[in-house]
């Protein structure tokens, strides 16, 4: 299994990250967990995360997701690099 890969963000990530945190503070610990996810095996080579490659995504959309609990990461992975895009948080009624 790799190991040793960075972990950035663009300051549109850390705002929308510290409004979500602000009504979810769950997400402060669940984000601690997938950044020691994400500097391990962003490409799930072992298979112990719930991680999915998003197909017909290009690059710098998010081409892979993270899931944690009802919270959502999209990144790219760049060399030895992960850049996380987006967070968001899936509500109860999403598919209803």
């Given at each position: 299994?790799?190991?040793?890969?960075?972990?950035?963000?663009?300051?549109?990530?850390?705002?929308?990250?510290?409004?979500?945190?602000?009504?979810?503070?769950?997400?402060?610990?669940?984000?601690?967990?997938?950044?020691?996810?994400?500097?391990?095996?962003?490409?799930?080579?072992?298979?112990?995360?719930?991680?999915?490659?998003?197909?017909?995504?290009?690059?710098?959309?998010?081409?892979?997701?993270?899931?944690?609990?009802?919270?959502?990461?999209?990144?790219?992975?760049?060399?030895?690099?992960?850049?996380?895009l987006d967070v968001s948080l899936r509500r109860e009624d999403t598919y209803?």
């Open positions: 299994m790799t190991a040793g890969f960075v972990v950035s963000a663009p300051r549109s990530f850390a705002r929308t990250l510290e409004a979500l945190a602000k009504r979810h503070p769950e997400l402060v610990e669940l984000y601690s967990q997938a950044l020691a996810i994400l500097r391990d095996d962003p490409y799930n080579v072992g298979r112990t995360h719930a991680i999915k490659k998003l197909h017909g995504v290009p690059a710098g959309e998010g081409q892979y997701r993270l899931r944690l609990r009802r919270f959502r990461l999209r990144y790219d992975i760049l060399g030895r690099e992960v850049v996380l209803r």
